[in-house]
């Protein structure tokens, strides 16, 4: 079945770029919402973006992370990407992708197993 | 913003007892609200969508119900397993999600 995986850093410095990255096995990133959702014990649960892949490609962002986010795909590698920029220790959490049920972004039926994200120097 | 809260952020009941949670919205969602389950150290589990619907795999025991800014999720006869945190998240504007309700198992 379908599996996600994140990778990346698990420390980054205040006011540098968090890059992660999500695998996605044994399924195509055509054609599904791919989202990033992050938890942390101050906020909680909270929705990204989301980037969708069809040849082309779509996003949408939370408001409130806009500025600073980017949500990418790289189909050549069924991947798709999170960039955040000027972190702060406020960014700390546990990093999640996660898939779009169906053909929306309205709820969430695949995750990955999440990675956490400290922010410090 | 659309934000959930959601009650009680604790619980602790028997195997066998009828759990309540309730998720109030701060404005109508219709009935675009979703629960997830989640055990410490994994990720959350969809259990329902559209308030009301059942996702695959999830046992009969559980249900949803409401709309607009009153819902709840309920579990018929608490199990062991189902020692968890449950969310409530709306997706009628963006996504938001509740804070979370723990529910123990006495």
């Known amino acids: 079945q379908v599996q996600l995986q994140e990778s990346g850093p698990g420390l980054v410095k205040p006011s540098e770029t968090l890059s992660l990255t999500c695998t996605v096995s044994n399924g195509s990133i055509s054609n599904s919402y791919w989202t990033w959702i992050r938890q942390s014990p101050g906020k909680g649960l909270e929705w990204i973006g989301y980037?969708?892949?069809?040849?082309?490609?779509?996003?949408n962002y939370n408001p409130s992370l806009k500025s600073r986010v980017t949500i990418s795909v790289d189909a050549s590698k069924n991947q798709f990407s999170l960039k955040l920029t000027s972190v702060t220790a406020a960014d700390t959490a546990v990093y999640y992708c996660a898939r779009g049920k169906g053909t929306d972004w309205n709820t969430f039926d695949l995750w990955g197993q999440g990675t956490m994200v400290t922010v410090s120097s | 913003d659309i934000q959930m809260t959601q009650s009680p952020s604790t619980l602790s009941a028997s195997v066998g007892d009828r759990v309540t949670i309730t998720c109030r919205a701060s404005q109508s969602v219709g009935t675009w609200l979703a629960w997830y389950q989640q055990k410490p150290g994994k990720a959350p589990r969809l259990l329902m969508y559209d308030a009301s619907n059942m996702e695959s795999g999830v046992p009969s025991r559980f249900s949803g119900s409401g709309s607009g800014t009153e819902f709840t999720l309920t579990i018929s006869s608490l199990q062991p397993d189902d020692s968890a945190t449950y969310y409530c998240q709306q997706y009628h504007t963006y996504r938001t999600f509740g804070q979370g309700t723990k529910v123990e198992i006495k």
């Open positions: 980037v969708y892949y069809f040849g082309g490609r779509s996003t």
